[in-house]
């Protein structure tokens, strides 16, 4: 059964935890080109948008999920939100949990909102990311 | 903050090479930010940038003036492609303005665009806007 209203509310485990280092975060940073201080030196913190390296890793269960039938090169990006209650810092262990928030079938293609908790191995909450997929489905 | 402050512009050159190295540290290796062949079977013109990564440097606009530590909240509609050219990379141009402010928490509107288009819509973050504690 492909992709539908009922899906809504479907949550997916977190996923396995991923540390914070500052190398990755250095990385992130000037693939932006971003040269903020915050992001270097001994203590860096992520830029606010590395989120989505831990919001791509819990979508990802979303396309490993046969029961929805999506698929990457079906799908595009087409609104995102984050909402942060602090930033990530090196030396952090996250983990990220998906939830499909709402499907709206609109054939040839499904709106799909997808709502992300990004907390620490500790259970800190530190990031929400919602986004809206747009993905093909079958007429 | 005040409504009507106005951010620094921030013009910003993308170029294949970034596009990589978005791929490599964002894990997003969608090849239609990396090959004009992909991009083109996909109805684009050739090679565009990573959504993501748009928005993430147009938020520079706000942390080169604030830092990262203040920003409570961003949300963005991807409303065009960023076509990133071989030769040239693509300019990403940004301004930011204090829409409002309430509850120590500011309002601030992002117009983001390359050429002509407005790649980003609805382009809005919000900054604790914590006077004092700085």
Same mark, same amino acid.
């Given at each position: 059964?492909?992709?539908?209203?009922?899906?809504?509310?479907?949550?997916?485990?977190?996923?396995?935890?991923?540390?914070?280092?500052?190398?990755?975060?250095?990385?992130?940073?000037?693939?932006?080109?971003?040269?903020?201080?915050?992001?270097?030196?001994?203590?860096?913190?992520?830029?606010?948008?590395?989120?989505?390296?831990?919001?791509?890793?819990?979508?990802?269960?979303?396309?490993?999920?046969?029961?929805?039938?999506?698929?990457?090169?079906?799908?595009?990006?087409?609104?995102?939100?984050?909402?942060?209650?602090?930033?990530?810092?090196?030396?952090?262990?996250?983990?990220?949990?998906?939830?499909?928030?709402?499907?709206?079938?609109?054939?040839?293609?499904?709106?799909?909102?997808?709502?992300?908790?990004?907390?620490?191995?500790?259970?800190?909450?530190?990031?929400?990311?919602?986004?809206?997929?747009?993905?093909?489905?079958?007429? | 903050?005040?409504?009507?402050?106005?951010?620094?512009?921030?013009?910003?050159?993308?170029?294949?090479?970034?596009?990589?190295?978005?791929?490599?540290?964002?894990?997003?290796?969608?090849?239609?930010?990396?090959?004009?062949? +992909? +991009?083109?079977?996909?109805?684009?013109?050739?090679?565009? !940038?990573?959504?993501? %990564?748009?928005?993430?440097?147009?938020?520079? !606009?706000?942390?080169?003036?604030?830092?990262?530590?203040?920003?409570?909240?961003?949300?963005?509609?991807?409303?065009?492609?960023?076509?990133?050219?071989? +030769?040239?990379?693509?300019?990403?141009?940004?301004?930011?303005?204090?829409?409002?402010?309430?509850?120590?928490?500011?309002?601030?509107? %992002?117009?983001?665009?390359?050429?002509?288009?407005?790649?980003?819509?609805?382009?809005?973050?919000?900054?604790?806007?914590?006077?004092?504690?700085?």
């Amino acid at each position: 059964m492909p992709i539908s209203a009922e899906h809504a509310g479907r949550a997916y485990p977190a996923t396995e935890p991923l540390a914070v280092t500052a190398a990755g975060i250095a990385a992130f940073a000037r693939a932006l080109g971003d040269d903020n201080p915050a992001y270097a030196g001994p203590e860096p913190v992520a830029p606010p948008t590395f989120a989505v390296v831990l919001a791509q890793r819990a979508w990802q269960q979303l396309f490993d999920d046969p029961e929805l039938g999506l698929s990457l090169d079906g799908t595009i990006h087409a609104d995102q939100r984050f909402a942060w209650s602090r930033p990530l810092s090196a030396g952090e262990s996250v983990r990220a949990r998906a939830r499909i928030e709402k499907v709206r079938l609109r054939p040839p293609t499904a709106l799909v909102t997808v709502a992300v908790d990004i907390a620490t191995s500790d259970g800190e909450a530190v990031c929400q990311s919602v986004s809206t997929l747009m993905t093909r489905v079958a007429p | 903050m005040r409504p009507g402050d106005v951010f620094p512009e921030l013009r910003a050159r993308l170029t294949r090479g970034q596009l990589l190295a978005y791929a490599d540290a964002s894990g997003d290796q969608n090849q239609i930010h990396q090959r004009d062949d +992909a +991009a083109q079977a996909a109805g684009l013109p050739g090679v565009v !940038a990573h959504g993501m %990564l748009t928005m993430g440097l147009a938020l520079r !606009a706000v942390t080169d003036a604030v830092g990262p530590e203040r920003v409570a909240s961003y949300s963005v509609r991807f409303a065009k492609p960023v076509v990133v050219d071989a +030769a040239d990379g693509a300019e990403v141009v940004v301004r930011a303005e204090v829409k409002a402010v309430a509850d120590q928490l500011a309002t601030v509107a %992002l117009d983001v665009r390359c050429g002509d288009d407005k790649v980003l819509g609805a382009a809005t973050v919000t900054v604790r806007d914590d006077e004092g504690a700085r």
